[in-house]
């Protein structure tokens, strides 16, 4: 069984950082990408950045600049540095991976984790 187990998260003030990590378990064969997504509180879950197992990377525009995404294959592990934060950077992060293990290829997701930002 794969799990993806995220952490990291907290109560930042506005132009804080943060770093949040992801990490991928259990019975992997291969990692392909990566992603973080987040959802505020009455809104839809969006797409915050992505990585290929190649190390491609592509961002939201509301995040680019600030945000940086990254992997450590060996490690079934994703990143997301978060610099100059705002408050309407204020979500539940989660994780994604598409991840072939023991039973097959599939997306699997994280628990979430709280990044509040405010003063």
């Known amino acids: 069984q794969v799990q993806l187990v995220e952490s990291g998260g907290g109560l930042v003030q506005p132009g804080g950082s943060l770093r949040l990590s992801c990490v991928a378990s259990?019975?992997?064969?291969?990692?392909?990408?990566m992603a973080w997504y987040r959802q505020a509180p009455g809104k839809q879950r969006e797409l915050v950045a992505t990585i290929a197992s190649g190390g491609t990377t592509n961002y939201a525009d509301s995040v680019k600049g600030r945000f940086t995404i990254s992997r450590d294959n060996a490690k079934n592990t994703v990143y997301l540095q978060m610099s100059s934060l705002k408050p309407d950077d204020t979500a539940a992060y989660y994780c994604?991976?598409?991840?072939?293990?023991?039973?097959?290829?599939?997306?699997?997701w994280g628990q979430g984790t709280q990044v509040t930002v405010s003063s």
């Open positions: 259990g019975n992997i064969f291969r990692s392909y990408s």
């Open positions: 994604n991976a598409d991840i072939l293990s023991l039973t097959g290829r599939r997306d699997y």
